[in-house]
């Protein structure tokens, strides 16, 4: 029997795919990454006493599998403490209290108001189902939890969930669903609902945590840790079965390689997976193809104005009246002493403005989202000190109404093969918790398939050794 090169292959050095090398670090492993660097849309830039974020950057909570990882790897978690429901409306900010002090809040007709209150009350409630859906259910796998989840309202879109809107309450809740990288009508409604529930449900905010130093810090430890178990501007071309092993060719440096291995998990956007897999169920296939993504770009900032800000007290602002989403001050988490000079902000386009906006230069998405933002703080004008544009293309994966993921479920539920699939597309919408559980349970499955596999090598040397020894017993009788 051919030995393979390694027991397990990983290809993929985001969230999902660290998480697997993690899990299967005392194997021989090779992580084969397309980019120069390890962490995906975790991404962050050093600068000082702060960060640019430039990607994913809210941590979930004690017990997850990004947290456990974080742990061991010893990285630390910092709390947020602004607001994280505040609005741009009308040309001025408003932070209130309590989401239900929204309609009270801000200046509207007699009409939004009313709307406002009434759709406000419908995504409360929607969101106290999804938190009760969320929690675990004695015996059940977290594969099955996701799945369950994941069809919260999934029958609908989350335009149809809320119904017709007032015109500025319709600009409202769409720059709010944008979070999704998705329109209103193309998200099912649970994920509409889900990201509501993200920051709507007070003291149980799913995620509401930084990582200290930045989200790059994740991946730049993990190449420190991986070593030269990471091959870097990799791009893997095929993955196919060849006996009892899997054969992956990837190219680099312009020269193409092979090597082959017992077990490969696939840990890359779907439909990337769904091109360079050979061997999977055509349901399978499929199932990959129909995944939904969403491009988009955003701009991490970093100023250097001498005191306090509006914003000191604020982490994250809806954004309906400007040329981005969401704005995000990634310094309020550290504004807890003195206040140090400068911060860290970042911006975000999604859904069909995201689309539009990357068709323009990094200097006029630049120029369009300054533009914007200093008529929300006129005070940072002569502070911006450094920005950066960051192209996330294919972007966070969402799931429409009516999405069928079983036969990708019945796939990781199979106990026979040997390639494995993870990703934050194994949830109604991507987040790092579901990449690195995801990650987490495929190499679990591969770790169950390699003591399985060397189980039966043993068995079935115990019996050629009995077979040669009994054939040795006869010819001395004889």
């Given at each position: 029997?051919?030995?393979?090169?390694?027991?397990?292959?990983?290809?993929?050095?985001?969230?999902?795919?660290?998480?697997?090398?993690?899990?299967?670090?005392?194997?021989?492993?090779?992580?084969?990454?397309?980019?120069?660097?390890?962490?995906?849309?975790?991404?962050?830039?050093?600068?000082?006493?702060?960060?640019?974020?430039?990607?994913?950057?809210?941590?979930?909570?004690?017990?997850?599998?990004?947290?456990?990882?974080?742990?061991?790897?010893?990285?630390?978690?910092?709390?947020?403490?602004?607001?994280?429901?505040?609005?741009?409306?009308?040309?001025?900010?408003?932070?209130?209290?309590?989401?239900?002090?929204?309609?009270?809040?801000?200046?509207?007709?007699?009409?939004?108001?009313?709307?406002?209150?009434?759709?406000?009350?419908?995504?409360?409630?929607?969101?106290?189902?999804?938190?009760?859906?969320?929690?675990?259910?004695?015996?059940?796998?977290?594969?099955?939890?996701?799945?369950?989840?994941?069809?919260?309202?999934?029958?609908?879109?989350?335009?149809?969930?809320?119904?017709?809107?007032?015109?500025?309450?319709?600009?409202?809740?769409?720059?709010?669903?944008?979070?999704?990288?998705?329109?209103?009508?193309?998200?099912?409604?649970?994920?509409?609902?889900?990201?509501?529930?993200?920051?709507?449900?007070?003291?149980?905010?799913?995620?509401?945590?930084?990582?200290?130093?930045?989200?790059?810090?994740?991946?730049?430890?993990m190449m420190e840790l991986l070593g030269d178990r990471v091959r870097y501007d990799a791009t893997v071309k095929s993955v196919s079965k060849t006996g009892d092993l899997v054969t992956v060719v990837y190219e680099t440096d312009g020269r193409e390689h092979s090597v082959t291995a017992a077990e490969?998990?696939?840990?890359?956007?779907?439909?990337?997976?769904?091109?360079?897999?050979?061997?999977?169920?055509?349901?399978?296939?499929?199932?990959?193809?129909?995944?939904?993504?969403?491009?988009?770009?955003?701009?991490?900032?970093?100023?250097?104005?001498?005191?306090?800000?509006?914003?000191?007290?604020?982490?994250?602002?809806?954004?309906?009246?400007?040329?981005?989403?969401?704005?995000?001050?990634?310094?309020?988490?550290?504004?807890?002493?003195?206040?140090?000079?400068?911060?860290?902000?970042?911006?975000?386009?999604?859904?069909?403005?995201?689309?539009?906006?990357?068709?323009?230069?990094?200097?006029?998405?630049?120029?369009?989202?300054?533009?914007?933002?200093?008529?929300?703080?006129?005070?940072?004008?002569?502070?911006?000190?450094?920005?950066?544009?960051?192209?996330?293309?294919?972007?966070?994966?969402?799931?429409?109404?009516?999405?069928?993921?079983?036969?990708?479920?019945?796939?990781?539920?199979?106990?026979?093969?040997?390639?494995?699939?993870?990703?934050?597309?194994?949830?109604?919408?991507?987040?790092?918790?579901?990449?690195?559980?995801?990650?987490?349970?495929?190499?679990?499955?591969?770790?169950?398939?390699?003591?399985?596999?060397?189980?039966?090598?043993?068995?079935l040397s115990i019996v050629e050794r009995d077979r040669i020894a009994t054939a040795g017993q006869v010819k001395e009788n004889v």
């Amino acid at each position: 029997m051919v030995k393979p090169e390694f027991d397990v292959v990983i290809i993929g050095g985001g969230p999902s795919g660290l998480s697997a090398a993690w899990e299967l670090r005392d194997k021989n492993i090779l992580v084969l990454e397309k980019s120069h660097r390890l962490g995906g849309r975790l991404y962050s830039v050093s600068r000082g006493d702060y960060w640019l974020n430039l990607g994913g950057h809210l941590f979930p909570p004690p017990g997850s599998h990004m947290r456990n990882i974080l742990h061991s790897i010893g990285l630390d978690i910092i709390k947020i403490p602004g607001n994280k429901f505040a609005i741009y409306w009308g040309g001025k900010v408003y932070k209130p209290k309590m989401v239900s002090a929204l309609p009270l809040t801000m200046p509207m007709t007699l009409r939004e108001r009313f709307a406002l209150a009434t759709k406000g009350m419908r995504i409360l409630k929607a969101v106290k189902g999804w938190q009760k859906a969320m929690a675990p259910v004695y015996g059940e796998s977290n594969q099955r939890r996701r799945a369950r989840v994941a069809s919260y309202l999934s029958d609908k879109s989350f335009r149809e969930f809320m119904g017709p809107l007032p015109k500025r309450l319709e600009a409202l809740f769409q720059s709010a669903a944008r979070r999704a990288a998705a329109e209103m009508e193309d998200q099912h409604a649970g994920v509409g609902v889900s990201l509501f529930g993200a920051v709507w449900a007070g003291k149980g905010d799913a995620m509401a945590l930084n990582l200290n130093g930045g989200s790059g810090r994740f991946g730049e430890v993990m190449m420190e840790l991986l070593g030269d178990r990471v091959r870097y501007d990799a791009t893997v071309k095929s993955v196919s079965k060849t006996g009892d092993l899997v054969t992956v060719v990837y190219e680099t440096d312009g020269r193409e390689h092979s090597v082959t291995a017992a077990e490969v998990v696939v840990a890359v956007p779907a439909y990337q997976a769904s091109d360079m897999v050979r061997d999977i169920p055509d349901d399978v296939r499929q199932t990959l193809i129909s995944v939904q993504y969403g491009p988009f770009p955003t701009m991490g900032i970093i100023t250097d104005e001498p005191g306090p800000m509006p914003y000191d007290d604020i982490y994250a602002i809806t954004t309906p009246d400007a040329s981005f989403d969401m704005f995000f001050n990634h310094a309020n988490p550290l504004r807890t002493g003195p206040r140090k000079p400068g911060g860290s902000l970042m911006v975000y386009s999604g859904g069909t403005p995201a689309r539009e906006m990357l068709k323009l230069t990094d200097d006029e998405i630049r120029d369009r989202y300054l533009a914007d933002i200093y008529k929300m703080f006129p005070q940072l004008q002569g502070h911006v000190k450094e920005t950066i544009v960051q192209r996330w293309v294919p972007g966070n994966t969402y799931r429409p109404a009516g999405f069928n993921f079983a036969p990708m479920l019945a796939y990781c539920e199979r106990n026979d093969v040997n390639i494995h699939f993870a990703g934050d597309y194994f949830a109604e919408i991507g987040n790092m918790e579901i990449a690195t559980g995801s990650g987490h349970e495929a190499a679990r499955r591969a770790r169950v398939h390699l003591m399985s596999q060397a189980q039966k090598k043993t068995q079935l040397s115990i019996v050629e050794r009995d077979r040669i020894a009994t054939a040795g017993q006869v010819k001395e009788n004889v």
